[in-house]
């Protein structure tokens, strides 16, 4: 088995059951990485009524953004005392 071989079609990780929920854990995470408190919080209260289906599409959402390295890292210009 050659690498082509690996990387042929055929997606081994399953589609998740609530696509909605899978782009609120995406936008969860997009919040979480800027700093947007407001927005993360948001979504989790929106999320804490949810069935238990639906907390792991969240969570597939959620680590398929996380597993993306962030683009850069902001520089520290403020003055720590």
Do not use: Q
């Amino acid at each position: 088995m050659g690498l082509r071989d690996m990387f042929k079609g055929g997606d081994s990780t399953p589609e998740p059951a609530n696509s909605e929920m899978t782009e609120k854990g995406r936008e969860y995470a997009i919040a979480r990485r800027h700093g947007d408190r407001k927005t993360a919080n948001r979504i989790m209260r929106e999320v804490a009524e949810a069935a238990p289906e639906d907390l792991t599409s969240f969570a597939a959402g959620r680590d398929s953004y996380n597993a993306i390295p962030p683009a850069y890292k902001k520089p520290r210009r403020r003055r720590r005392t």
